[in-house]
């Protein structure tokens, strides 16, 4: 088992759809969880982060946790073309700060 | 402030060489952690360092090593290159507290051929 599994994708939505992305992990003690989002030959850079269960909002995205369930989401509502992008979940935990576990991805795409 | 600055952005190697690539991190942060990014294996931590000090370490071969000056900037350096360690290399920087987000630099392309 992966310790950090995301839905295998791809996934395509049409313009102002919500996309949905899903992640699970198995370290129980994993503290701190994060999305990013990478485009097509750059390097990751943050969409947003959560350390408490329950909802973030930021604008057109939601992150929601689930300790319990090991369970982290990523909501994104009136998605646009510029959406487009693989997304990344990422887990700290007792391993150390500066260590983060990613999954492999989930490529979205929104069409116009 | 400035970002996270990697050099050289790419790389040509052929297999038995070495390589050291170079990573300064965003101005006040301590650590910086190195990952590979291959299509088929994903995002793989390679190690932390922390004010000079290896913090972490993750499950690569020995020929993969690094180090950290006093300034936070940071080398990663591949020996004996082989055919598989071609990758988008990243650097990502952060204070090195938990749950701070790591801020990642553009990455360097290293070709082995």
């Known amino acids: 088992q992966k310790e950090v599994e995301q839905n295998s994708g791809p996934l395509s939505v049409p313009e102002g759809a919500i996309a949905s992305l899903n992640c699970t992990y198995s370290?129980?003690?994993?503290?701190?969880f994060f999305w990013y989002r990478q485009y097509s030959g750059k390097s990751p850079e943050l969409i947003m982060s959560?350390?408490?269960?329950g909802d973030k909002e930021d604008g057109r995205f939601t992150a929601q946790l689930n300790k319990a369930s090991q369970y982290v989401s990523l909501l994104i509502r009136d998605s646009q073309p510029s959406d487009s992008a693989t997304y990344l979940c990422?887990?700290?935990?007792?391993?150390?700060?500066?260590?983060?576990?990613f999954g492999d991805g989930t490529t979205l795409t929104v069409k116009p | 402030k400035a970002g996270v600055t990697q050099t050289p952005r790419y790389l040509i190697k052929t297999r038995g060489q070495q390589v050291t690539l170079s990573c300064s991190p965003i101005?006040?942060?301590?650590?910086v952690s190195w990952y590979q990014q291959t299509p088929g294996q994903g995002l793989q931590f390679l190690f932390e360092?922390?004010?000079?000090?290896?913090?972490n370490k993750g499950n690569f071969p020995g020929r993969f090593s690094g180090r950290q000056f006093s300034n936070s900037r940071s080398e990663m350096n591949v020996s004996t290159l082989e055919l598989g360690d071609s990758a988008l290399y990243l650097c990502?920087?952060?204070?090195?507290?938990?749950?701070?987000?790591?801020?990642f630099g553009p990455g360097t392309r290293l070709l082995v051929l």
């Open positions: 990502a920087s952060s204070t090195g507290t938990l749950h701070e987000t790591q801020y």
């Open positions: 370290d129980r003690v994993s503290q701190s």
């Open positions: 959560i350390y408490s269960n």
């Open positions: 990422a887990v700290k935990g007792h391993m150390g700060a500066g260590k983060s576990t």
């Open positions: 101005s006040g942060h301590r650590s």
């Open positions: 360092y922390f004010s000079e000090t290896q913090r």
